[in-house]
């Protein structure tokens, strides 16, 4: 067969859904917690420390934070982050247009509204647009929205000069960083998940670092820690917490000693995962550079990501060409997700299908979202999986891309 009817033939059959298995000392370490039976965090045996407690004071020393407290997931790290520090009803909070759902939700679930900023073509945060939003709120909770980390030190400036107070929301980013700032180091507090298709999977989980001691202690109290704080180990000392005890309300969202076993191995892992992901990210990334009429995103070098997902663009494509391309992936066993479709579908939606929240119309932000197309990159794909993905998408978007013309 000649190797461009080749290329057409070629089919990819692995799964975008499956992550690798839990390591065995994790696996191990779970079985010890339920023979023990222990799984409540504070349910500790003489001067047991406990899986959670453990696992805080490791992730605290990953992102080089003095506090952190883990917890049920990552909205609800994100909801206890904006909690703590003082939102609630009517409150205006800036976010990201380009975000999914559990950002927005996090926001209107304390009352208050989400203000969406624009993105622009690097899959980041509009700076200009968000300068322009300055004096309409006190608070951003920035998304580092599929792991694109947007000019953190001009953020910041803006940010700082307008008394804007930054929540970082690190879902996309464990394990990555800024100019050499830990990812969720910029803002006052950051949020990360450990749900199953983030960079550590608990099935369901989060954290949330800080460097202040009283929103720790705040963010401790929320999450239902009763009074049995003095069992966290990265986390304010007692007099913190004797100050604000009878102010905060428990609104329970704690991990317990299950998840956090099966956690802590994978943190210590986590920086040659990143590695792993950051391989397999290049071979697709060079497989789709130059194809005709596909933008890929370049990658600014003061960022060190994870390339745990892909995102390319189709640059003002018609939707039904993109459509198209859509198909003819899938029909090849590749599943790309668009951020322009009319209706949102599995995780994937956008800010103007959120009806709950008060939305403008961004016309340079719609302009990028209906080209963005997403991809998963579990590392159970080898790197001739990766190839081989690429070489269908561009042989599918330059076939499509050819008719156009
Ligand atoms: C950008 C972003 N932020 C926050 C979250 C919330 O994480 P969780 O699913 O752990 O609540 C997600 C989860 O998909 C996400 O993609």
């Given amino acids: 067969m000649p190797p461009h009817k080749q290329r057409m033939s070629e089919r990819f059959t692995g799964s975008f859904t499956q992550q690798e298995p839990i390591p065995e000392v994790g696996i191990e370490a779970a079985l010890a917690v339920l023979r023990h039976g222990r799984l409540h965090r504070y349910n500790l045996a003489g001067d047991e420390a406990g ?27 994100i909801a206890t982050a904006l909690r703590a520090i003082g939102v609630g009803p009517g409150d205006v909070v800036l976010s990201n247009a380009f975000t999914l759902a559990p950002v927005p939700g996090a926001i209107t679930s304390l009352g ?36 694109h980390i947007c000019d953190m030190d001009r953020l910041m400036e803006i940010c700082d000069r307008a008394g804007i107070v930054v929540i970082e929301d690190c879902a996309h980013t464990m394990g990555a960083s800024w100019n050499g700032v830990a990812s969720g180091r910029h803002g006052v507090m950051a949020a990360y998940s450990c749900q199953t298709y983030k960079h550590m999977n608990a099935g369901e989980g989060g954290f949330l670092v800080t460097d202040d001691a009283e929103l720790a202690a705040k963010a401790i109290m929320l999450s239902g820690s009763y009074m049995l704080y003095d069992r966290h180990r990265a ?38 995962q990143v590695t792993r992901w950051n391989a397999r990210y290049r071979v697709l990334e060079d497989g789709l550079r130059d194809t005709p009429g596909l933008q890929v995103i370049e990658r600014p070098v003061a960022e060190h990501f994870v390339g745990s997902s892909i995102q390319f663009l189709l640059p003002d494509w018609p939707s039904d060409k993109i459509k198209d391309v859509l198909q003819r992936c899938a029909n090849r066993g590749v599943e790309l997700k668009w951020f322009g479709a009319p209706e949102p579908a599995g995780f994937t939606s956008k800010y103007d299908q959120w009806r709950y929240a008060e939305v403008h119309m961004m016309p340079a932000s719609d302009r990028v979202l209906a080209g963005i197309l997403d991809m998963r990159v579990p590392l159970t794909f080898s790197l001739e999986d990766c190839a081989l993905i690429a070489r269908i998408i561009r042989a599918e978007v330059s076939m499509v891309f050819q008719s156009q013309a």
Avoid: W
């Fill in 235 to 272: 986390a304010p000392a007692p007099e913190v917490f004797e100050r604000i005890k009878y102010d905060v309300p428990n609104i329970s969202g704690r991990m317990d000693n299950l998840r956090a076993a099966i956690l802590r191995p994978q943190l210590a892992a986590l920086a040659g």
């Fill in 112 to 147: 208050a509204k989400p203000v969406f900023v624009g993105v622009t073509e690097a899959l980041t945060i509009d700076l200009d647009d968000l300068e322009s939003r300055a004096g309409q709120a006190g608070v951003l909770l920035l998304s580092h929205m599929r792991g």
């Fill in 51 to 77: 899986e959670v407690a453990l696992l805080e004071q490791e992730f605290a020393d990953f992102v080089g934070a003095k506090y952190c407290l883990a917890v049920a997931s990552g909205g609800y790290a």
